[in-house]
Nanobody, 121 residues
Framework: QVQLVESGGGLVQAGGSLRVSCAAS????????MSWYRQAPGKQRELVAI???????DYTSSVKGRFTISRDNAKNTVTLEMNSLKPEDTAVYYC???????????????WGQGTQVTVSS
């Protein structure tokens, strides 16, 4: 079955940098978009960054110029480089993918288990 597994994250001081990565595995036919969401305590999950299969990207305004999303289509991975981190970036970060699997040949949405990013002031 298709799985998304995240890695990275952790604790960093304000102004520091972190990287989170996500690897998709299983019977994958193609991956359309890959993205990162985050959810802070007491808040709704929000889209942070998205990258399509041609490398086109978009970011939520609060992270533009500080975060960079990239993907490796050969390895089915997506990475979020986070610089100049702020305490308000503290959240659980979730990987998301819209992909077609080889079993159903249908596009479905998949989520990773989430990884904690904590930025101390």
């Amino acid at each position: 079955q298709v799985q998304l597994v995240e890695s990275g994250g952790g604790l960093v001081q304000a102004g520091g940098s972190l990287r989170v990565s996500c690897a998709a595995s299983g019977p994958i036919y193609s991956i359309n978009t890959m993205s990162w969401y985050r959810q802070a305590p007491g808040k709704q999950r929000e889209l942070v960054a998205i990258i399509d299969d041609h490398g086109g990207t978009d970011y939520t305004s609060s992270v533009k110029g500080r975060f960079t999303i990239s993907r490796d289509n050969a390895k089915n991975t997506v990475t979020l480089e986070m610089n100049s981190l702020k305490p308000e970036d503290t959240a659980v970060y979730y990987c998301n993918a819209l992909l077609v699997d080889r079993i159903s040949i249908r596009e479905r949405e998949y989520w990773g288990q989430g990884t904690q990013v904590t930025v101390s002031s």
